[in-house]
């Protein structure tokens, strides 16, 4: 099933919320959650950030954190992918 037929898999936050650990959290939950399997890409930056409703830095932070728990892997050009989290990921997930 292609991703325009099916729920969007991320929301805006709301306004008193708007962190970049949460969009983390968010995006975290979803991978461990299992709506994203190891090698499907993220969508870009600019289009994440337009869906949360925060700033590409906001993102951008919430990335490296991610990328830091080993859930995601993150390459200029080729997009973000998401990792096998149950063979990668550390202590810290």
Do not use: C, W
């Not at 292609?2 to 983390?24: C, E, G, I, M, N």
């Not at 968010?26 to 925060?54: D, K, N, S, Y």
């Not at 830091?68 to 990792?83: A, D, K, T, Y």
């Amino acid at each position: 099933m292609s991703q325009s037929t099916k729920t969007p898999l991320f929301q805006p936050l709301d306004h008193a919320s708007r962190t970049s650990a949460r969009v983390a959290d968010a995006i975290r939950r979803v991978i461990v959650g299992g709506q994203l399997q190891p090698g499907e890409t993220l969508p870009p930056e600019r289009a994440l950030a337009q869906r949360f409703q925060v700033t590409r830095n906001t993102v951008r932070e919430a990335l490296r954190t991610l990328e830091q728990l080993r859930l995601v892997s993150i390459r200029q050009g080729s997009g973000i992918r998401v990792r096998d989290y149950l063979t990668s990921a550390g202590l810290e997930l």
